[in-house]
């Protein structure tokens, strides 16, 4: 069995990307593309990247000041959404989260665009 680097990594290794959605895309780009692509999973511990950027198995990158410059599909094996993260996380990146939520429910979920007016008054 051949391995590289000082991670010890082969084709059998699987990453985790525990973080935001820059971990979370940024992981994912490294696994994808190291040696024709390892295996990843999403541990999310933002609201944002637990409602949006560790879904849909896309990734990218930015580079030069241009956002996502470097664009590709992947799919992580599986993605795990612990809670407990969001206990730490900054009201503004809640907020930033709950309008990605809103977002989503608003383009292609109605009946819980409907929950949240109903519990929201
Ligand atoms: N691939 C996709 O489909 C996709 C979709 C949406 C967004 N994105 C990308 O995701 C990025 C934005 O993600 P984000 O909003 O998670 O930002 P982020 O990853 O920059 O995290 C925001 C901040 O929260 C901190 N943080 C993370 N988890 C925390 C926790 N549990 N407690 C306290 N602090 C914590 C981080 O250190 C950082 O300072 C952008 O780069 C965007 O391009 C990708």
């Not at 637990?50 to 580079?63: E, H, R």
């Amino acid at each position: 069995m051949q391995v590289w680097g000082r991670a010890q990594l082969d084709r059998q290794s699987l990453v985790l990307n525990v973080g935001g959605g820059v971990v979370g895309d940024l992981g994912g780009f490294c696994a994808a593309t190291f040696k024709r692509g390892l295996d990843f999973m999403q541990v999310p511990t933002t609201l944002l990247a637990m409602t949006d950027a560790s879904i849909g198995g896309k990734l990218g990158v930015d580079f030069q000041g241009i956002k996502q410059y470097w664009r590709f599909p992947a799919t992580c094996r599986r993605a795990h959404r612990p809670c407990f993260y969001l206990k730490t996380l900054p009201q503004r990146e809640l907020r930033s989260g709950m309008a990605e939520g809103y977002k989503h429910a608003l383009i292609g979920a109605p009946p819980l665009w409907d929950f949240w007016q109903t519990k929201n008054g």
